[in-house]
């Protein structure tokens, strides 16, 4: 502990955009004692992205991050596994916030997990308007997750 830094769950947010949503809901949902919410901007939060064309590159590139993925769904890696192990204690999760813009590659991902959510009491503040996978819309979604959390 060089810093000496002791973060405390009140003071300590956590954000991710695209599969960078994926890595803060992963963290958020492995460790919700650390985090006072947690937000997924266009993110990856669910498998149906790795139902590319077989031999595509993002196909390719996942490989590389997971593995083999006919293997992924049902484990560690998999955004459903945290989900419903969850939803047996959704209390205890940190506050949660989902956005995504209504002409991204990933709102009907984004729509099918808010659903999923509520099916499973998991709760969380949805957001969709429009936009794209861009800059122009997370700009905006990073200041409203801010301004809700700290008002």
Known sequence: ??????????????????????????????????????????????????RSEPGSEPEHEFELLFGDLTKVSGGAHDPYTWYRKAARHPKILPR??????????????????????????????YYEKNGKHDWFFWDKEIQRFLKAVLG
């Open 1 to 50: 502990d060089v810093f000496d830094l002791k973060p405390k769950r009140e003071d300590t947010l956590l954000a991710g955009l695209s599969m960078g949503g994926y890595g803060a809901f992963k963290y958020a949902f492995h460790y919700p004692e650390r985090f006072c919410a947690a937000a997924s901007f266009s993110g990856v939060v669910a498998l149906d992205i790795f």
């Open 96 to 125: 949660l916030f989902m956005s995504c813009g209504k002409q991204d590659f990933l709102i009907q991902t984004n729509r099918k997990v808010n659903a999923d959510f509520q099916q499973l009491g998991i709760p969380v503040e």
